[in-house]
Structure formats: structure tokens, C-alpha cells
């Protein structure tokens, strides 16, 4: 009974960590608008948490670069599973302008499986909200099968 | 004296909270935006400007040979677009046009891509008279007697 009741509180507030590989800081900034007032994406239950471990959604802003490649994957294999993976911005997967620099580690599909992908440059906050209740749909279909 | 911003206080009580109900009222953008890219495959005359100015280099080409000419697909790749709007502004032929779709999301990156197809005729051949033909043989067969003569007198051959 308790571990329903967890369930269902769980898929009503999952909850987000943002990793930055290498980006400009314009998707960054958007993303930390839509926990602003005037977005608001905590009354859907969103809630940005500081560590990996707490994380259902993980959000990668940035190509990845060779710096932030191996605390990429680090980072990732805290998360614990069921994870849902969102690109954003039109960096992390064909890494837009970056794309052949000596310093871009290729997509981000190389090093995770990537389930919700949000294009733009830079996204607007609604298309990241769009995003992210997505990610929360996905989210909830992964625990169900588990 | 009385309390300080009482009047404000009691104003903001009864005032619409901040928060855009975003899901629910879908929300106008401004003039001028550059959103989702949309393509008038009826207007371009596959110049390739728009390649040779995208920085992302998120347009590709493919031409394909048919029986009525060549058919040109060219595919723009959204989630590879850095929105500058350098394409719609270099085509002549204003075939590419930024709309207001903003909300891009989705789990196939394959659906993010814009295309579009046209077919583009090759010029017809020009019809040649007889007088004409036959200077052209003519012609070839000097350059072709010439060539053997080179030949012949070629020491090593």
C-alpha cells in the first residue's frame, strides 16, 4: 500500500537535474525561467534538485565537450533508473554549430539513450515545459513496465 | 501615519497572479519571431545559397535522376537550426519562410526534419539543322585526322 501510494506521489512530481556540457548558458538561463514565477513549472510538480541521485529527469544543455564528457558520464550513472533523458536546445544531439570542432565529443547519443529531444535556439520556456510534461508521460510509462 | 503600503498590500490581494497558465491558454508570440522553418518546395529554383550560408550546415540536398528531370529534395534540419534566419533572408526566390511555431518537441529527431520536393527540367536540347550537322562532323573529323597523324608520327608508338 505504502509503495502505491510513493508511486503516485512520485509520478506527480518528478523531479529535474541539469547538467550544462559545454553550453552557452542561453538554454540554462531558459530553463531556470521556467521555475521562475511567470513559467512556473512547480505547480506541475517540476522541481530542480542539486543532486543526481534525487533525479528523475535529467536535462543536458551543450554539446558535449571533451571536458565535460567524463563528468557527463559520471553524472549519469548516478541517476537511478527510471531515468528520462531530455536534450535541449539543438546542441547536445547534431551539436548545431559545433558540430567537427576538436573539442565536441560527437552527440549525446553516444553516451545515453535520449527519449525527449527540444529543439531550438535557444527553446522557448513553454516548449521546455512542453518538454519536460513529455518527459514526465515517458517517465510514467517506464515505471509502469518496470 | 497609518500602516505602510497598505493600499499596495490590498491592491496585490486582489490582483490576477503573474503566472502564465501556459498549457491551457496558448500563448501569441511577438512580430518577427523565427520559429519552425517552412518550405515552398514550388518556389526554389535549387540555387544552393541557402546551403553555403548555413553555419550549422543543417541543409542537406539530394538529387535524384528521373525521366522528367531532376528531383531535388532538399531537407532542413530543425534540431540542428540555430533560428539566425540567414537562409530566408539570402533566398531570392523568398521560398523559405520562418513561421511562429515555437514548440518543437519531440522523441524521434527524424521529425524534426522539414522537407520538401521538386522536380527540376533540364533545358531541351537544341534541334540542329542539317547544314549544321554536317559542319560538325565535318569539324570533328579534322580533329580526329589530326589526332591520328600525332599519333603516327610519334617516334615511341
Redesign the interface.
Known amino acids: 500500500m505504502f509503495k502505491k501510494i510513493i508511486d503516485n506521489s512520485m509520478a506527480k512530481s518528478p523531479w529535474i537535474y541539469h547538467i550544462n556540457t559545454g553550453s552557452c548558458n542561453g538554454c540554462d538561463i531558459e530553463l531556470v525561467s521556467v521555475i521562475t514565477?511567470?513559467?512556473?513549472a512547480e505547480?506541475m510538480g517540476f522541481k530542480l534538485t542539486g543532486t543526481p541521485r534525487h533525479a528523475d529527469i535529467v536535462v543536458v544543455s551543450g554539446p558535449v565537450t571533451s571536458q565535460s564528457k567524463e563528468r557527463l558520464v559520471r553524472t549519469l550513472a548516478q541517476v537511478p533508473e527510471p531515468r528520462v533523458i531530455v536534450s535541449l536546445g539543438?546542441c547536445p544531439?547534431?551539436?548545431?554549430?559545433f558540430?567537427g570542432s576538436y573539442s565536441v565529443e560527437g552527440p549525446l547519443d553516444k553516451f545515453c539513450e535520449v527519449?525527449?529531444?527540444?529543439?531550438?535556439?535557444t527553446?522557448?520556456p513553454?516548449?521546455i515545459?512542453?518538454?519536460l510534461?513529455?518527459a514526465a508521460q515517458?517517465l510514467k510509462e517506464k515505471r509502469r513496465q518496470k | 501615519m497609518g500602516l505602510p503600503f497598505i493600499k499596495e498590500a490590498i491592491t496585490q490581494l486582489f490582483s490576477k497572479?503573474?503566472?502564465?497558465k501556459?498549457?491551457l491558454v496558448k500563448?501569441e508570440?511577438s512580430d518577427g519571431f523565427r520559429g519552425k522553418l517552412v518550405f515552398h518546395p514550388e518556389l526554389c529554383i535549387n540555387c544552393g545559397m541557402c546551403m553555403r550560408v548555413c553555419?550549422?550546415?543543417?541543409i542537406t540536398r539530394t538529387i535524384e535522376k528521373t525521366e522528367e528531370g531532376d528531383r531535388i529534395t532538399m531537407e532542413f534540419?530543425?534540431?540542428?537550426?540555430?533560428?539566425c534566419s540567414m537562409c530566408a533572408d539570402f533566398c531570392s526566390k523568398n521560398s523559405i519562410e520562418l513561421s511562429k511555431e515555437?514548440?518543437?518537441?519531440?522523441?524521434n529527431?527524424d521529425d524534426?526534419k522539414v522537407r520538401g520536393s521538386f522536380i527540376k527540367k533540364a533545358p531541351p536540347k537544341k534541334e540542329l539543322s542539317p547544314e549544321q550537322l554536317a559542319k560538325l562532323k565535318a569539324a570533328k573529323a579534322a580533329k580526329d585526322g589530326k589526332a591520328e597523324e600525332e599519333f603516327d608520327s610519334c617516334p615511341d608508338a
Request: overall charge neutral.
Open positions: 514565477p511567470r513559467y512556473d505547480r539543438s544531439r547534431p551539436c548545431n554549430v558540430k527519449d525527449v529531444s527540444v529543439a531550438g535556439c527553446p522557448k513553454e516548449a515545459i512542453d518538454g510534461a513529455l515517458i | 497572479p503573474s503566472t502564465e501556459y498549457p500563448k508570440v553555419a550549422p550546415q543543417a534540419h530543425m534540431g540542428s537550426c540555430t533560428f515555437y514548440s518543437m518537441v519531440v522523441t529527431e524534426l
